[in-house]
T-cell receptor, first 117, second 115 residues
Framework: AQKITQTQPGMFVQEKEAVTLDCTYDTSDPSYGLFWYKQPSSGEMIFLIYQGSYDQQNATEGRYSLNFQKARKSANLVISASQLGDSAMYFCAMREGYGTGGFKTIFGAGTRLFVKA | DSGVTQTPKHLITATGQRVTLRCSPRSGDLSVYWYQQSLDQGLQFLIQYYNGEERAKGNILERFSAQQFPDLHSELNLSSLELGDSALYFC??????????????FGPGTRLLVL
């Protein structure tokens, strides 16, 4: 069963506007971590933001914030004041325990964001 | 620059061959993870090592193996290569490997093309 769902294959946003990228997840583990990564056309994976399952407040990192709604199992990424350099693929990921002391990270299919000038 | 290094950057080989991908984690990081990114499968977790020991396994084929050495660098060995193994292989590292809060920092990847 798919555990991370990103329903928006592609999105457009006007420069300087805010955009929300959707992510829903499924897990029965009470302890998990949620991450967002950015992958520009150059290919590298850049860590953006982290949210723990027990965190009471939504995570923020500069222009990035994570809208965490635990009951709905959603972890949407909000990018404020979009810039041309934000054009990239964005991946939502969930990290959960594996059982032997290790951890698996599952990635969604990604959302490609296009920022228009 | 994440501080994670991977070599080589590009690799072209033929079906049936064997290759080794190398990863050096960030200074101080004990955990290394390997991922495969392909167009049809997306980004797939392969395996995790923590301080030299295997800790978690994902969708890693039996033809693939990995290890982490005492100096904490890791190698991913891919054998009996098939066309479908063509992908971008990422290594990531984190400080520890015993918490869901550990952020993984990714290397630049090795792009493998099997002809």
């Amino acid at each position: 069963a798919q555990k991370i769902t990103q329903t928006q294959p592609g999105m457009f946003v006007q420069e300087k506007e805010a955009v929300t990228l959707d992510c829903t997840y499924d897990t029965s583990d009470p302890s998990y971590g949620l991450f967002w990564y950015k992958q520009p056309s150059s290919g590298e994976m850049i860590f953006l933001i982290y949210q723990g399952s027990y965190d009471q407040q939504n995570a923020t990192e500069g222009r990035y914030s994570l809208n965490f709604q635990k009951a709905r199992k959603s972890a949407n990424l909000v990018i404020s004041a979009s810039q041309l350099g934000d054009s990239a693929m964005y991946f939502c990921a969930m990290r959960e325990g594996y059982g032997t002391g290790g951890f698996k990270t599952i990635f969604g299919a990604g959302t490609r964001l296009f920022v228009k000038a | 620059d994440s501080g994670v290094t991977q070599t080589p950057k590009h690799l072209i080989t033929a079906t049936g061959q064997r290759v080794t991908l190398r990863c050096s984690p960030r200074s101080g990081d004990l955990s290394v993870y390997w991922y495969q990114q392909s167009l049809d499968q997306g980004l797939q977790f392969l395996i995790q090592y923590y301080n030299g020991e295997e800790r978690a396994k994902g969708n890693i084929l039996e033809r693939f193996s990995a290890q982490q050495f005492p100096d904490l660098h890791s190698e991913l060995n891919l054998s009996s290569l098939e066309l479908g193994d063509s992908a971008l292989y990422f290594c990531a590292s984190s400080v520890g490997g015993t918490s869901t809060a550990q952020t993984q920092y990714f290397g630049p990847g090795t792009r493998l093309l099997v002809l």
